[in-house]
């Protein structure tokens, strides 16, 4: 694959006010498209106008749900330079998604290339107030138009971008989230640890009952003993427990979420020990009853970190710190997002300038 | 929801020749079309000639597999009638289905009188050779464009239909098996027993690997204790021990196949001792053994029956009943068809005619 094609947008979007931002629902004027079809690869890289995709009623993203995706975000520093944050992990990240799901591999170093082409296009785009970010969400489907359940063998990859609003515009405010007892997110052998569009339909009936009651995330436990912590609505999970950081090991059904990795790596950094092990709920419960349970909190690309000031198991409800965030919290989401905004020295070489 | 608008195609297609089918690759004249808005319920049920899906490319459906989906068949009879086989339990179990996956219930009455007329519109597309039917596809998917993981806002559900050869063309070949060690289908829990897109994504690479060393399908255990039979590929399984028919219990994680219930309803009407319960490969492999395996076969509304000739566990291959259909699949068989064909009474009230 050699080239990119660009074909600019003649008619620009109007870019909505920084105060208006919310999540994935405004686009840019480009996106990214590169096709593949059996026997002769992907081919056919393309910038081309933000539009709609048309498809056959039979396409197995349809049917079958074939289709894999990752999500990103690029900064604009004070001085106006655009960084992206380990991109590079999430092309690596979709091959691992690719594989499980039967989807041929991408070029991680022309996708990478590809992208920062894109997100220097719609550079414009990049909002600069605090908080504020282009998210990008790369994603792969399967278009064959075929009802056999098989791999498909044509797909498009794709990628869209949207500018997101701050988290946090209100300063971090800890969440409530309810432990799930009957809905299993993943299991050991399933996709828990792709990237792929089941686990997050999967999630939504957790997520709903949630809120029913008032929660803002599902807390999810492992599928074969109903007994593990595995993750927090679409984010990793971290706890405090007696001056001591665990979050659960990747066990082959938890997203290796790239946020996870950062606040692992920063933690060793500043000599705060951390393990990843097994951690039951029991054992959550227990350190709660006793004094010990610190901090909890949620780790992901759209918040960076998302403390949880209270968790519902079994009708009981357990407050956090009373329910304020922590001090790792508030650490590790202030030397992420100095990072990622280029306010803080990049020591780990995780930037990338566009 | 009132009418249904229908707006008829002006240019046919041509009609694939009795031995060029295939299965769902030639798709009819027609498809129905029926929108979801929420606040507003499904509503603009049309049937409109077949055409593309035109979506932006934030639809919910691409990035998060918030879909569901039916398979069923129309048949002709030798003079000339068209039925349908127990169309209506299809339309409760995508209700079940959409419970499971966080989509709005259709109406299921208002679904088959919709259905109904187009089959009736597309009608001279039924073939009428021998095992050859009319492939019905309906399936709901997530349109709204927006990144949020949340359930869709919008939604369309679209009925396609393809005219599908015999399955066994040379006749009935049992087919060999290979039970997955490693990967998982899916879990008590999780969305087993929904009929919705992620469950065969997460099947490709199990389904890859048993084809890669020579077998057709993969028997698939349960995600807990990777011990007990839930389903063969995408069909439901029957076994034969000491004279015994036996069948995995629904235990939340098994889909609930239509063809399945058929079966047992048969298996009963003959007075054949049925019993659904949970049992594990060992199980299997010690029959196997101690020759009383007698049967082994997957149910389901492509092949109807699929009888199984060889197992592959753990390095070890088992030959079911001399690698040839056994005489219960062949009843089971010889009735289902002979009253989806028309050709025996239908003593169950199954069949729906067009």
Redesign the interface.
Same mark, same amino acid.
């Given at each position: 694959m050699a080239d990119i094609r660009v074909q600019l947008a003649t008619n620009k979007k109007e870019k909505p006010a920084a105060d208006q931002l919310?999540?994935?629902?405004v686009?840019t004027d480009h996106?990214l498209v590169i096709d593949y079809t059996a026997g002769e690869g992907w081919h056919d890289a393309r910038i081309i106008p933000?539009?709609?995709?048309?498809?056959? #009623?039979? /396409?197995m &993203?349809? %049917?079958?749900?074939?289709?894999v995706?990752e999500g990103l975000k690029a900064y604009q520093t004070a001085d106006g330079e655009v960084l992206l944050f380990r991109a590079d992990r999430n092309f690596k990240r979709l091959n691992k998604s690719n594989e *499980?799901?039967?989807i041929p591999q991408i070029d991680e170093d022309f996708a990478l290339e590809a992208l920062k082409k894109l997100v220097d296009i719609d550079r414009e785009w990049i909002p600069n107030a605090p908080g504020t970010s282009l998210?990008i *969400?790369p994603?792969i489907?399967a278009t064959e138009?075929?009802?056999?359940? %098989? #791999?498909s063998r044509t797909y498009q990859f &794709?990628v &869209?971008m !949207?500018p997101v609003g701050s988290y946090y515009a209100g300063g971090i405010k800890p969440v409530k989230i309810m432990v799930e007892q009957?809905? =299993? *997110? /993943? =299991?050991?052998?399933?996709?828990g640890e792709a990237k792929?569009?089941?686990?997050? /339909?999967? !999630?939504?009936?957790g997520?709903?009952i949630a809120e029913e009651q008032g929660y803002a995330q599902t807390l999810w436990l492992d599928?074969?003993?109903?007994k593990y912590v595995e993750e927090v609505?679409?984010m990793n999970i971290f706890f405090k427990i007696a001056g001591q950081i665990v979050t659960p090991a990747l066990n082959g059904s938890i997203l290796a979420g790239i946020t996870r990795d950062s606040m692992l790596q920063v933690l060793k950094s500043k000599n705060i020990p951390v393990e990843e092990r097994r951690i039951s709920i029991d054992e959550i419960v227990e350190a709660a009853k006793n004094g010990t349970l610190e901090e909890v909190f949620g780790t992901g690309t759209a918040a960076v970190i998302s403390p949880v000031g209270e968790l519902k198991w079994q009708g009981e409800k357990i407050v956090i710190n009373n329910g304020e965030i922590g001090e790792v919290a508030q650490m590790l989401y202030d030397t992420l997002t100095g990072i990622q905004s280029g306010k803080l020295e990049d020591t780990f070489g995780w930037t990338i300038r566009v």
């Open positions: 919310g999540f994935g629902k686009f996106m933000y539009q709609p995709i048309t498809l056959d #009623p039979s /396409a &993203i349809f %049917h079958y749900a074939q289709t995706f *499980r799901i039967c998210y *969400r994603f489907i138009p075929s009802l056999g359940v %098989h #791999p &794709i &869209i !949207s009957q809905y =299993v *997110r /993943a =299991v050991v052998g399933g996709t792929t569009g089941g686990n997050y /339909a999967s !999630s939504l009936k997520q709903a599928g074969k003993e109903n609505g679409s």
